[in-house]
T-cell receptor
């Protein structure tokens, strides 16, 4: 079983829609969860982190965490073509990050 | 504030050759990481340094990979000899600390290695 799982996509959404990206993890002891955005040919860029159950909002982005279900998600409201990228979920495990394979998001005009 | 610097940005070598990558972390960052990102996959941690000591190198193929962080600042990652499957982007990242709940890592631009 992979430690951090994501659907590789691509997830295609129209401009202005809500994009929903999901991630599950296997280690119940994980405490910190991160979402990175990676444009093609570029390095990952941190966009959100969440530590507590519930929702955390930052602009158009909302991270949701459910530790009981070992599930973390990222919602992008009012999606823009510039949001087209790969979104990597990362889970902290004994002071190191374990990354998923990423979900490729395509936002079309 | 300057970001994480890496060089070279691109490298093409033939199998069995050696290669070295360099990383300069953000000033004052105690923790430095080297990741390998194969196309279509997420980054995989190779080695983690806390100052100039190794914290975790459990996924570093030690028969061919080596890394050092002299004086707790810059770091080099070496592959000798390279194999075809080493073709990947090698990412360096740094973090201000190694705390358990605030592990924000800042990535450098990466070095894209192609092994022919």
């Amino acid at each position: 079983q992979k430690e951090v799982e994501q659907n590789s996509g691509p997830l295609s959404v129209p401009e202005g829609a809500i994009a929903s990206l999901n991630c599950t993890y296997s280690d119940r002891g994980s405490q910190s969860f991160f979402w990175y955005r990676q444009y093609s040919g570029k390095s990952p860029e941190l966009i959100m982190f969440i530590y507590s159950n519930g929702d955390k909002e930052d602009g158009r982005f909302t991270a949701q965490l459910n530790k009981a279900s070992q599930y973390v998600s990222l919602l992008i409201r009012d999606s823009q073509p510039s949001d087209s990228a790969t979104y990597l979920c990362a889970v902290e495990n004994t002071d190191k990050l374990i990354f998923g394979t990423g979900t490729r998001l395509q936002v079309f005009p | 504030e300057a970001g994480v610097a890496q060089s070279p940005r691109y490298k093409i070598i033939e199998k069995r050759q050696s290669v070295a990558f360099w990383c300069n972390p953000i000033s004052g960052h105690a923790t430095l990481y080297w990741y390998q990102q194969i196309l279509g996959q997420g980054p995989k941690l190779l080695i983690q340094f806390q100052n100039n000591g190794v914290v975790d190198d459990s996924q570093l193929p030690k028969d061919r990979f080596s890394a050092e962080r002299l004086k707790g600042v810059d770091s080099t990652l070496k592959i000798q000899p390279a194999k075809l499957e080493d073709s990947a982007v090698y990412l360096c990242a740094s973090s201000p600390w190694a705390g358990t709940l605030a592990n924000e890592q800042f990535f450098g631009p990466g070095t894209r290695l192609t092994v022919l």
